[in-house]
């Protein structure tokens, strides 16, 4: 390919919209454009990097008994009704009818397609396991796309759904899924990603696994320990608070507290600590607006993803209405208006001598103890984990949290579908069954951009040799120059006649701008012919990390590349 | 891959809705399933077979430097509505609102995003010509999907847009596109594909070219010339009459003809041929329900895409109400209501001694003489071309009339979008000038089922090798023989160490079985390992058409199969 046809403009200004470096430097280089909120048409080196990709995946899923196939992007809503999913999904999943009023959705993911094309298929038990994946476009109307190819409303994604007759038999395909998810990331230029225990959120299922590049730039929030090998992302991260037993609870006791509405007020009031309160979060059900006031220790946070888990049903934060009979600032656990829906954080079973709101203007408690004043209370796990926490596997004060990228995640789902679907297999006994599945996702562009965010510099990303758009860079110097153009042109064909991927840039540019589109372009491997080389008969063979710069004889050139891009291509 | 573990079912019956092989086979085959109306999966072998036209097309493409992007599937009105098509695109464009009540559609051609993809790089000349295409999911909202995948809603399309800085330019480029696609399509094992010149219908522009399999089953029609290279689908071929000039025309005289209404019964009743009436084809527009009549000679039928061109806008045929002012079986030229739009086709151009209606209950015209009667009419050319019509390129009456299969297409648009989406560039001279654009598609699953439907047997799809799902089909009789097991896993083996392609059938099944799900996956080689063949120390090797069927010995198979293998992808 010749630099001065390619398709794309590249620039130096840092778009103003970019919160993160892949976005601007994606953008910058002419990897991709704008075309709606949250949705991307790719130029030609994306559109490479992305296939190389999906090549990548698609061999990894071969190597563990994968058939590639291909569902529909647009999906009959019957479908979704089957499995529930029609009703329980948010507005993220795009409803719309079709020229005849059929009601039709836009695939976010595929598991009722999946179950929908193998359920005549497996109806005997000889027929397990097996996986079928696909490559395709998605969709997931998301409310807040962000960081360029990070959070998309539109993206290709490698979706993957295994059917087996055992829990056994799923997790042993389980856990060749999550190697044949590490080689993959390997491959592309990622061996750091790790996983971590997750949350299986809408999907349904128990056990699963995302796949982290911890970055600070990430969305995600990963607990790890420092001191075992503990990771977990934060909504399935268990918070593990010790309280103290309290020998002598002091009594139950009303303070007037006139214009004190938060922990830190009513803790710098009474000289406490934030431990010894007792803080109100009060949400509201989707369904019916329902009040939910969830009591937690003060100085700890609520993790939404465990309520909506505990409650079985989603909530939003509170709008708190005059006539609704809570006193925002002094809501406490006695004296709660008996319509309201009361939850409590395990940070507070057995704890005493806390303050808390008196459910009354201007008025808190203190000497709170939860078994003597709150005997019915039912505890359950609501808070975020901490920096410092107890690790649930090696009981030491050793977490930390760390933010990430998630590139991938598997998931254990179980009967969900199956069941709903009313798939059914029968055993050797003649006996029917659900199957239980597995499902295994991987998102190629936020794949692209995580190795871009992963690698790059300030001019430009670095891309790995696997999955560069190109493998060399020939840049010619003063292409004004006959015998240097024609030595470069030569050098051209050669290189792509040795079978490598060649980027050339025979503009008659200066060198700043030469070498400036180079590093938005990433290719990892330059060669620079140039008059002054071309005077010692040689060429420069760089590479785009800089670790490397060498002069090469002319006629060893070709050899070289090829020697270097298959070690690079080995690494 | 191994057959028991290929998922998808085989079955024997002909599933009673379909209308063409190519369906039938390949659902009895397992190669797709329905999921909505017009919409499918695609089960492993018609994945396989679907990436492998995606390479040959991709590889074409590349070869006359084109640059793989890739736009979305979703888009925004708002581009739509740039180019006019959100107005002008009819329910088959299937228009949504997202969760924020932005305007979407559905992607079912991309000119609109290649524009917006490429308007600010292409803004100076020198970046001239270049070309874009991807192969992504398109969605197209068919009143009438049918024929498996010849007629979908959603399918897997290439789309290819060029632009240009002079018609030459482009018309150099189409050329060069038009004979990547006689690549392409003889590649993919449909060398009998032709070229016709079409209609270019929504598309815009002028002269376009669609790639035709001749065929019985196909649901376009084909205007071919006996003894000249002329081609053009029904819309582009002129329909050319010669009619006689009158010399002593009769005078108008008003018949009573009772219970009278079709063109049969009143050439009957006069004892006329049909050539010697003039018939009314009553239509109303899609916009304003306003009557139009055309008028054409009693023997030939309307093209409705011709109507469609000279009149600018949508048509249906006309629902007659009392009130409208039409005597339906009544109506002709002359008296007609002022108010309806009457439209004259060229038959009827300098035609006299026509009978035709008198716009009066049971009263029909004789006489009528289009000069005299109608001296303000003006003609157009509305006709279907007949079975002997005249060539409009060597004048014999030597057309004929075929049914085939659109595969691919491609346009010169002009400047229809770039006008309106205001894409323009700086000449030499620092002149704005609007780009010229072609653009150029192919369905791949519709190439697939083509390919399936000019190339089978009553037992299944003849693949050719190139685009075959596997390359040998390994049959192993007799599995419970320990020896011939033996032998055909190392067979299997080999050949995959070979770099061959190898489904394997090694389940314990009846010869009868095994060969008709062989014939349903219609691989091309098949290898046979039985007891008898191997006490000859030999196996047979056959083709999927019959047209070959050899003993090689034992250790020459691996040698043979690949040079069959290399000898059927080069044929």
Redesign the interface.
Known sequence: ?KLD?????RFKEKPSDCVIDSHALMLRGGYM?Y???G??????P???I??KIEQIIREEMDAI?G??????????AS?WEESGRYESVG??L?R?????G?K?V?GMTHEE?AV???R??GQSY??YP?M?Y?I??K?R?E?RPRAGLIRV??FTMKDAYSFHTSQQDLEQYYYKCHQAYERIFARAGLPEVISVASDSGMMGGSVSHEFMLLTPVGEDSIVLCNSCDYRANMEAAPSIIENMSVENPKPLEKVYTPNIHTIEEICDFLKTPQEQSCKAVVYQKNADDAYVVLFIRGDLEVNETKLRNVLGEEVHPAVITESCGLHPGYIGPVGLPEHITALFDSSLQGAGDLSCGANEEEYHYTGLCMQRDCPDAVYHDFAKVQEGGICPKCGGHTLTVSRGIEVGNIFQLGTKYTKTMNMQYLDQEGKSHYPIMGCYGIGVGRLAASVCEAHHDDYGPIWPMSIAPWQVHLCCMRADNPEVKAYADGLYQALQQAGLEVLYDDRTVSAGVMFSDADLLGVPLRIIASPRNLKENCCEISTRDKSMQIKVPCDAVVDKAQELVQQMLRS
Chains 1, 2 share one sequence.
């Open positions: 390919m046809k390619l398709v794309g403009d454009k075309v709606a909120n949705i991307f048409s790719s130029y030609m994306l559109r490479r992305t296939r008994d058939q590639e196939v291909q569902f529909p992007v647009v999906l009959p479908l507005s993220e795009l719309f009818e079709d020229r005849n059929s039709m836009l397609a929908q094309l193998v005549e298929y000889v027929k097996f079928i696909q395709q476009t969709f109307d409310a409303r539109e």
